[in-house]
Nanobody, 122 residues
Framework: QVQLEESGGGSVQRGGSLRLSCAAS????????MSWHRQAPGKARQFVAR???????TYADSVKGRFTVSGNRGILTTYLQMTNVKLEDSAVYYC????????????????WGQGTRVTVSP
């Protein structure tokens, strides 16, 4: 139906940079917003950043000034640019999208990707 695929995860040293991508595909009519979340081992999933179709952007306080979220036209693909990463940024990063499915109900449904792991080393 609708697939979200994250990419760009990997290992990075503290203070370094990494860029994650999330691409929506399948029966996508429109994307109303995409969010990034992360989950570290033994911890609850937490919100990281969000971008909406009208360009509204929000960040968690823990990443403000270090992470930047952006998207292409229609936000079918979004990017999470991570800079000055910290050890506590290590987690599996998930993409979530509010998608209106082509041929379906004319309201957004919630979809999640499988996640991409980010490991920050000292």
């Amino acid at each position: 139906q609708v697939q979200l695929e994250e990419s760009g995860g990997g290992s990075v040293q503290r203070g370094g940079s990494l860029r994650l991508s999330c691409a929506a595909s399948g029966e996508v009519f429109s994307v109303h917003g995409m969010s990034w979340h992360r989950q570290a081992p033994g911890k609850a999933r937490q919100f990281v950043a969000r971008i909406t179709r009208d360009g509204t952007i929000t960040y968690a306080d823990s990443v403000k000034g270090r992470f930047t979220v952006s998207g292409n036209r229609g936000i079918l693909t979004t990017y999470l640019q991570m800079t000055n990463v910290k050890l506590e940024d290590s987690a599996v990063y998930y993409c979530q999208a509010d998608v209106v499915v082509a041929g379906g109900k004319n309201r957004p449904s919630d979809f999640w990707g499988q996640g991409t792991r980010v490991t920050v080393s000292p």
